[in-house]
């Protein structure tokens, strides 16, 4: 499936996109109080994936978030697509749900994908990410 597909999937799934828009409320918020991101379980779990990636490409030194970055991009082009950046959410929690991973898509598309070339890149992803340290 080519990334614009998911995109378009996920367009057409309005409570994705709430969740995923809930979680960039909830991301601003903390930003702007200075204080850590607080978890809320309503949004489904997208939050907690969104932590334990943060934990992979996030915390550590330099050359084990670029291995990890490395792992989850299967083509080495520096980026990752939708199906890597499926590939990393299930590492980060392999049980995750389909709900999840719209969710997470939804949250991808509308704040971390900066340039939207549709392709995450290392920082881009960091960018996201670190609030939920």
Known sequence: MQPADLVTQVGLCADAIKRAAAI?????????QNIPVQLDTDLGGAEIVLQRMS??????????????FKRFDKDGSGYLDGPEFCGALRQAQAMITMDEVRTMLAYIH???DRDANGHISLDE????LRPFQ
């Open 110 to 112: 509308m704040d971390a």
């Open 125 to 128: 992803i960091q960018a996201i």
């Open 55 to 68: 934990d992979m490409l996030v915390e550590g030194n330099g050359q084990q978030i670029a291995e990890a």
């Open 24 to 32: 960039s409320r909830m991301v601003l918020e903390a930003k702007s």
